[in-house]
């Protein structure tokens, strides 16, 4: 069976960074999973990890940023190279089950995320959250860190905080409700078809 790896580089005047990912490292794998992600923002690093963490996939990420003017460029690149690792490790869209859907408890928190992985990036996400931040990471920069992500990744993404008070909670919730939409989308079918009446994504 075919690896899904990648490693990338994303380097501007704004941020210095490395991705490199392996799709197939679920428990049972039998592969270890493997996550060590430095962004300089430490919610961001909790929110990728857990991200990594129950979608299955090993992950490290090092990223030099800005971060002396804001958290912006740092967020949204990063975003971008996860995406851009990601697109390029599942290769052709063949073979995979396209669709998938997740929901994400923590505590009074419950968030949905359903994905497409399509080739028609889009995104739409309505999180509620109400701080202004969440330890260093700005709240205006979560749903712009999803939509960097489709973006980059060529995915159709929802992702909806259906209930919560704690903005901690719900921001993980969502994180966490797209990994699980994640891991079941790029779960390889047994064919090798492509999973689309066009015949080609």
């Known amino acids: 069976m075919a690896s899904r790896t990648a490693s990338i580089s994303r380097n501007t005047n ?7 990912i392996d799709l197939d490292c679920p428990p049972g794998s039998g592969n270890a999973q493997t996550i060590d992600v430095s962004t300089g923002i430490g919610f961001l690093d909790h929110m990728y990890h857990a991200l990594a963490k129950h979608s299955g996939f090993s992950l490290t990420m090092s990223c030099k940023g800005d971060l002396w003017i804001d958290d912006h460029h740092t967020a949204e690149d990063s975003a971008i190279a996860l995406g851009t690792a990601f697109k390029q490790a599942l290769g052709e869209i063949r073979g995979i089950r396209r669709y ?14 359903v994905i497409d992985i399509c080739s028609r990036p889009y995104c739409v996400t309505d999180l509620g959250l ?11 920069m979560v749903p712009h860190i999803f939509y960097s ?11 909806d905080v259906l209930r919560g008070e704690n903005d901690h909670h719900r921001c993980e919730s969502a994180f966490k409700a797209l990994a699980l939409a994640i891991r ?13 009446t066009k015949g080609v994504l």
């Open 14 to 20: 704004e941020t210095q960074i490395t991705v490199s």
């Open 100 to 113: 998938g859907t997740g929901f994400a408890p923590l505590d009074e928190a419950l968030s949905r995320a």
């Open 149 to 159: 992500f489709a973006m980059a990744a060529g995915v159709t993404l929802h992702v």
């Open 184 to 196: 079941q989308a790029i779960e390889r079918s047994g064919g090798k078809d492509v999973p689309s």
């Open 130 to 140: 109400r701080r202004e931040k969440l330890g260093d990471l700005s709240t205006e």
